[in-house]
């Protein structure tokens, strides 16, 4: 086809509709809804009812508080007079002069002991109460210990300790009554049972708390002996003249 023989484009034809006019439906659309008027808009939803009134909620109740310990009002009459009676002191070894350890290695046994419970031990001795060891176990670093601090009795054998100390009080014609006993183990208890003054360390057996008359404050090996000691010698009147003479 020659181009210079076409048809030429059809002019420009403005529309016939107005913006004003309605829109026309063609066959199938569905038909223009008019906007309804503002009356006829349905009303709000009304609010909801209020909530049944509740009480709020309990607040937690406060920790409890620590009852406040009874003021002191001085040492037990009863474990005064105890003190009072002492004239022989008897103590275990393992477990109340040491903390029960027992070091091992080439064929030696070694025990730690603690300086202030010997330095205790021969305060008594120095005002007249006797002190002797009562142990289960033979141990040689317990018989050097109680050489060097040149300890009254000693008795190291297995057996019954109540008749260990009962050979003692037939000697020094004492009774149980005065006898201050330390221990903290199966083996103790017939001695706790029958001494004056029965003591025990806080981490003993709980039998052997059961029975004593005072646990200490100090631990086993850590001074409970001689926290003992003190105890004895200040019921006894006898502390102010040990303090005056290392003091002069």
Not at 35 to 56: E, L, N, W, Y
Not at 124 to 134: D, N, P, R, S
Request: proline content about 15%.
């Amino acid at each position: 086809m020659n181009p210079e023989s076409s048809p030429p484009p059809p002019a420009f034809r403005p529309p016939s509709r107005r913006p004003e006019d309605p829109t026309p439906s063609w066959p199938g659309s569905p038909r223009p809804r008019p906007f309804p008027p503002r009356d006829t808009f349905a009303p709000r939803a009304k609010a909801p009812p209020p909530r049944p009134f509740r009480p709020p909620r309990r607040p937690y109740p406060p920790p409890p508080q620590p009852v406040p310990a009874p003021a002191a009002t001085g040492p037990d009459p009863q474990l005064l007079e105890r003190l009072r009676r002492v004239k022989l002191f008897l103590c275990d070894v393992d477990g109340i002069l040491t903390d029960a350890g027992v070091y091992m290695g080439g064929g030696e046994e070694y025990k730690r002991f603690n300086l202030r419970d010997g330095f205790g031990l021969r305060l008594l001795q120095q005002q007249g109460v006797k002190v002797g060891w009562i142990s289960h176990r033979p141990s040689p670093a317990t018989a050097q210990r109680a050489a060097d601090l040149q300890i009254d009795f000693l008795h190291q054998a297995p057996g019954s300790k109540v008749a260990a100390i009962e050979a003692i009080l037939a000697q020094t014609q004492w009774t149980w009554a005065e006898v201050c006993f330390m221990g903290d183990d199966l083996v103790d208890l017939g001695a706790l049972k029958r001494a004056g003054l029965a003591v025990t360390v806080k981490h003993a057996l709980p039998e052997a708390r059961a029975l004593a008359h005072y646990i200490t404050h100090a631990a086993a090996g850590y001074g409970a002996v001689r926290e003992v000691a003190e105890l004895i010698l200040k019921a006894q009147d006898k502390w102010a003249a040990l303090v005056a003479s290392y003091t002069e």
